[in-house]
């Protein structure tokens, strides 16, 4: 995998690999307002490596890299959020008490 096409296609596999990544993002972005959705994220990964022409794998000490790819998306979630907002109505509802409401 190397020379020319080998550059060209770790290109390649970066370039798609951040396409499908801007893709979760701009899903994040359209959903911000929807109640009950969380961030995703996108998780990046490297492709397996390949070994040097005419080595074994098993003995190959230098590798070739082959690109990134996206390996999976996870739910973004903060647990002080919800922390926060329960505290903020214990407030509101202790001052609601002292003022009579």
Do not use: K
């Not at 499908?20 to 959903?31: F, G, H, K, M």
């Amino acid at each position: 995998m190397s020379g020319l096409f080998g550059i060209i296609n770790i290109g390649l596999s970066a370039l798609l690999a951040h396409r499908n990544a801007l893709n979760v993002r701009a899903q994040n972005l359209a959903n911000v307002d929807t109640p009950g959705y969380s961030r995703q994220d996108a998780i990046l990964g490297t492709n397996p490596a390949l070994p040097p022409a005419g080595t074994s794998e098993a003995l190959a000490g230098g590798q070739y890299g082959t690109g990134v790819q996206v390996v999976g998306t996870y739910r973004a979630r903060r647990a002080s959020w919800g922390r926060r907002c329960a505290c903020a109505r214990v407030r509101w509802a202790g001052s609601a008490r002292r003022r009579g409401h």
